[in-house]
C-alpha cells in the first residue's frame, strides 16, 4: 500500500506539473508576452531601466557593500 500513495503522489505531481505547462503556453500563445508598463511611459529612458535592473540586482545582496550601492541607486533613481 506505501508503494501504491508514493506512486499516486508522483501521478498526481506530474500530471500536475503537466497541466500547469499546458496552461501557460494556452496564455502565452493567446495573449503573447506583454512588456513591462514602465517601459512605455515617455518618461522613462533606456538609463533609467538601466539603473532599475542594476538596483534589483543589488536588493538582496548582504554586506555593507550591497547595501550602500542599493541605497545609493535607489536615491539617484527617486
Do not use: C, F
Request: aromatic fraction near 6%.
Amino acid at each position: 500500500m506505501i508503494k501504491s500513495e508514493n506512486s499516486d503522489i508522483i501521478d498526481t505531481e506530474t500530471r500536475w506539473q503537466k497541466l500547469n505547462e499546458r496552461t501557460l503556453h494556452a496564455v502565452k500563445k493567446v495573449d503573447g508576452v506583454k512588456e513591462k508598463k514602465y517601459e512605455t511611459k515617455p518618461w522613462i529612458t533606456k538609463q533609467l531601466v538601466d539603473k532599475m535592473e542594476e538596483r534589483r540586482k543589488w536588493k538582496n545582496v548582504n554586506g555593507e557593500e550591497g547595501l550602500r550601492k542599493y541605497r545609493r541607486l535607489n536615491n539617484e533613481l527617486r
